[in-house]
């Protein structure tokens, strides 16, 4: 007869847990693993958005379909071009324009279900330009235009009509709104909430 002593017992006791312990171990190591590489794995995978905008100057006829912004990230080579087709038809000057002036208007043009892809009537205004038209009686044009720092622009959406343009820009209260009815165009700017009819 095989008599086992309570010590050994214990000992494969014990030992059982322990090997028990270790496998519970490992797997949770695996699970932990799994749950935090793998949404990391995917993340990177995910498309990162692109943010197209047209824009077309009235004036100068000139016209640019371009990418302005990969995920969150602008487009420096972009947003030269932009600064470009939005030069003051009146100086020739040009002006580094606000990158969330077209992160506006690529969010209007998505809440009125339509194309990004907008005429310009004003974009950069020099302060020189702006002094002479701000100087005409009825211009309703401000001596502190945002134009003049790149952060304004005078548009129509193409497929939206003004009045609806102008509702959008109301709701999103993302800068100044300026409704002008007989020239047809909605001022956007990226300055603080404020609204007037020109």
């Not at 990230?73 to 071009?81: G, H, R, V």
Request: charged share 25%; proline share 4%.
């Amino acid at each position: 007869m095989n008599i086992v002593s309570p010590f050994a017992s214990r000992v494969r006791i014990e030992q059982g847990m322990n090997m028990t312990a270790r496998r519970l171990f490992v797997f949770l190591l695996l699970a932990m693993t799994v749950e935090f590489v793998v949404p990391r794995a995917q993340a990177q995978d995910a498309p990162v958005e692109e943010r197209t905008i047209e824009l077309h100057n009235t004036h100068t006829g000139a016209n640019l379909r371009v990418v302005f912004k990969r995920g969150d990230q602008f487009e420096p080579a972009a947003l030269a071009q932009l600064s470009k087709i939005l030069v003051d038809q009146r100086s020739g000057e040009t002006h580094a324009m606000d990158p969330n002036l077209f992160d506006q208007l690529f969010d209007l043009a998505r809440a009125a279900g339509v194309e990004p892809s907008y005429e310009i009537i004003s974009g950069y205004r020099s302060p020189e330009s702006n002094s002479k038209m701000a100087a005409k009686p009825g211009s309703g044009v401000s001596k502190k235009s945002l134009h003049m720092q790149g952060r304004a622009m005078d548009v129509r959406l193409k497929g939206c009509t003004v009045e609806r343009l102008r509702d959008l820009a109301l709701a999103a209260k993302r800068g100044g709104v300026g409704y002008y009815q007989r020239s047809q165009f909605v001022h956007i700017d990226t300055g603080s909430f404020r609204t007037w009819i020109g």
